[in-house]
């Protein structure tokens, strides 16, 4: 098993919907977890963290299910400037730290 | 806050030559600092973890000597590539560790063609 899997998608939806993207990491100690948005030919940026008791920003919600080792993003309400990669984040160790990013699950949003 | 910038954002070297990236922190400390390399539509792939003061970790794969990393300062970190080919052409980006938080910010990469 990978260490970190994304559907790759894309998720192809029409504004509006509501979609959500899983992302399943395999080190059951990992400690901490991040959403990045990509866009083509451009850096990710962070979109926000995800909290073992889950957060919400505007549009976006974020959970971590420890049980089953996935995180997800939920986004309402789809705009067409949400056509992007999204990219996970899982953070495992502590002082020898290592960051491994998902593959990316891109999202088309269409009129 | 948390800007993250890098130079040059492209550059355009022939064969054989060597290119120098610089990555800052513009506004925060960064001890650690990440370069990545990406592929037109491939996904993320690190290349090496540098810590300021100390030696580049390298993802396995990625030749030390070919890509020569320096994190002189809280807030520099440059990655050279030396002896530049054609399959060397990539966008390179890097990211900074935000002290005590486990957060990246990202550069805006740089486009690098090898001709």
């Known amino acids: 098993r990978k260490e970190v899997e994304q559907d790759p998608g894309p998720f192809n939806v029409p504004e509006g919907a509501t979609v959500a993207f899983n992302c399943t990491y395999s080190?059951?100690?990992?400690?901490?977890f991040f959403w990045y948005r990509q866009d083509c030919r451009k850096e990710p940026k962070l979109l926000m963290s995800?909290?073992?008791s889950g957060n919400e920003d505007g549009r976006f919600t974020a959970q971590l299910n420890r049980a089953s080792q996935y995180i997800s993003l939920l986004i309402r309400d789809s705009k067409l400037s949400d056509s992007a990669t999204y990219l996970c984040?899982?953070?495992?160790?502590?002082?020898?730290?290592?960051?491994?990013f998902g593959k990316g699950t891109r999202l088309l949003v269409k009129p | 806050g948390a800007v993250v910038s890098q130079h040059p954002s492209w550059v355009i070297c022939k064969s054989g030559t060597s290119v120098k990236i610089e990555c800052r922190s513009l506004?925060?400390?960064?001890?650690?600092m990440f370069w990545y390399r990406q592929f037109p539509k491939q996904s993320l792939m690190l290349m090496a973890t540098s810590n300021e003061g100390s030696k580049a970790t390298y993802e396995q794969g990625v030749e030390k000597d070919k890509f020569l990393i320096n994190h002189a300062s809280l807030t520099l970190s440059t990655l050279t590539v030396t002896s530049a080919h054609p399959e060397d052409s990539s966008f390179y980006i890097c990211?900074?560790?935000?002290?005590?938080?486990?957060?990246?910010?990202f550069g805006p990469g740089t486009r690098l063609t090898v001709t």
């Open positions: 984040v899982v953070i495992t160790g502590g002082q020898g730290f290592s960051f491994i």
């Open positions: 995800v909290y073992s």
């Open positions: 990211s900074a560790r935000v002290k005590s938080s486990y957060e990246q910010y």
């Open positions: 080190n059951s100690a990992s400690q901490s």
């Open positions: 506004d925060f400390q960064a001890t650690t």
